[in-house]
């Protein structure tokens, strides 16, 4: 945690393109719920109802993770008062117990986690939550990945072997060459590490890993970090090396979609012709990733990528026609 620490600090004081931009600190958005870590006793979280009306500019983390099969302490009307007056943090799910332990230790108190802040027993709940879902991740200071938990239950940390996770350095001896320390890596290293976490393989967390300003993937044996100006590991704390393969999407191609920022820089930049190539290029991708994934209701397909339609859609200006584009939409459809 003292490197993802590091990452943070980093982050939120020196990465202009990581910053949210709010007008005032009163308009900052905060979700309907979050959890309080630490109240009303440290071993202990409870829910909170609309906490930004008693505390302007509150930053929370919220947490991707795979619900899996497991039945789990989950948000009912049953369960609500429980969850109020503040339940114990060891009832809970060990991936929940792990997202707790790691927003604790970064210094974040409050914790947005879809099935405890949304109610389940509840289609009208879950509606209205469902529109705000792009702004809870986008809005948030950090996304907390469960990405190496297959279920609520299975956890993010295993015992680890340091020396399994540093670069690997060689130092050469030939007798008809020069000689030096060189450092062997593999181009994929990234997406190669990342693609088999079970996280990644779940249609809905494409949206929640996209949005965020900063996601801290739980790998296991390591933890992985990325925000738009940096993509760093435990291996690599100072970013992975700068020849490796980019990533299926790239940070300033994000950046350029997804902040508002980015948008206003689209809308005033000397070549927007380019600028359109590149957002086509990054939908084209995320489409191709999303539709590797495993959806459990066929019936979301649509709903699991809204949020990030609108922000392409503003981007673009264009006209979003259930995963097409008005202006492309004859080519499109073949």
Request: aromatic letters at 10%.
């Amino acid at each position: 945690m003292t490197c993802a620490r590091k990452w943070l600090s980093q982050c939120l004081r020196s990465h202009d393109k990581c910053q949210t931009p709010y007008s005032t600190e009163n308009t900052r958005f905060s979700p309907t719920r979050l959890l309080e870590i630490g109240q009303p006793d440290p071993p202990k979280v409870r829910l909170r109802l609309y906490p930004n009306q008693e505390c302007n500019g509150i930053q929370y983390a919220t947490l991707s993770h795979c619900w899996g099969a497991s039945k789990v302490l989950r948000l009912t009307s049953a369960s609500f008062q429980d969850l109020e007056k503040g339940i114990e943090i060891s009832k809970l799910a060990q991936t929940f117990q792990d997202a707790i332990f790691t927003a604790r230790s970064l210094g974040i108190h409050f914790l947005w986690i879809d099935s405890l802040c949304i109610f389940q027993d509840s289609q009208k709940d879950w509606q209205q939550e469902a529109a705000l879902m792009s702004h809870v991740y986008k809005n948030s200071t950090l996304n907390i990945a469960a990405s190496v938990a297959a279920d609520s239950n299975a956890g993010c940390f295993s015992e680890k072997d340091p020396s399994s996770i540093g670069p690997c350095m060689v130092q050469t001896a030939w007798i008809d060459s020069y000689n030096d320390t060189y450092h062997l890596y593999h181009e994929d290293f990234w997406d190669n590490t990342l693609k088999n976490m079970p996280l990644t393989k779940r249609a809905r967390a494409v949206q929640e890993l996209l949005l965020a300003p900063r996601v801290l993937h739980l790998c296991g044996k390591q933890l992985f970090w990325e925000c738009y100006n940096l993509r760093a590991c435990g291996t690599y704390p100072g970013g992975t090396p700068p020849t490796s393969l980019l990533h299926w999407v790239s940070g300033d191609a994000r950046w350029q979609a997804f902040s508002e920022a980015g948008t206003r820089h689209v809308a005033v930049e000397s070549s927007p012709k380019h600028s359109k190539t590149t957002l086509l290029e990054l939908w084209h991708g995320i489409v191709e990733m999303y539709t590797k994934c495993n959806l459990t209701y066929t019936t979301d397909k649509l709903v699991a990528l809204s949020g990030i339609a609108k922000l392409m859609e503003q981007a673009l200006d264009d006209e979003y026609c259930a995963g097409l584009w008005r202006s492309r939409l004859a080519t499109e459809l073949f």
